[in-house]
């Protein structure tokens, strides 16, 4: 995936790399309930995987990074908000610790939960 030259060697950062990162600043975001998946057969093969990226894709083009991000929002939030806070938040935290830029974070609302509160 992303690939940097060094003095040294080469060192090369794979897209697990960028979703884990990607994962820990959405469950940051206020209203965010859950990660969902892009589609049935991305949650079929995600419930026999238990892989960590569910619900997060990672491209690269021109040395940028695109991420798309699918998550669960809270009934009763301000839905553009929220993704906003998410679109910032992934953003800020991939290009700090990763020193490559983010192009685009585009948010995928798939469903709304009520809180247990509210039930």
Same mark, same amino acid.
């Given at each position: 995936? @992303?690939? $940097?030259?060094?003095? &040294?060697?080469?060192?090369? /950062? ?9 994962? %820990? ?12 998946? $892009?589609? &049935? ?17 990672? $491209? &690269?083009?021109?040395?940028? &990074? ?12 301000? /839905? ?6 998410? %679109? ?7 290009? $700090?610790? *990763?020193?490559? @830029? ?9 469903? *709304? ?7």
């Amino acid at each position: 995936m @992303p690939t $940097k030259e060094e003095k &040294l060697g080469i060192i090369d /950062i794979s897209t697990t790399t960028v979703a884990t990162i990607t994962n %820990q600043a959405v469950h940051q975001c206020y209203g965010v309930v859950g990660m969902a998946n $892009k589609n &049935l057969a991305d949650g079929i093969s995600n419930v026999l995987s238990r892989d960590s990226r569910r619900g997060i894709e990672v $491209k &690269l083009e021109d040395n940028q &990074l695109i991420i798309d991000v699918y998550v669960i929002v809270e009934y009763g939030t301000r /839905i553009r908000v929220v993704a906003e806070s998410i %679109q910032n938040t992934v953003k800020f935290h991939v290009e $700090k610790a *990763l020193a490559i @830029p983010v192009r685009a974070v585009n948010v995928y609302v798939q469903g *709304l939960r009520m809180s247990e509160e509210r039930e």
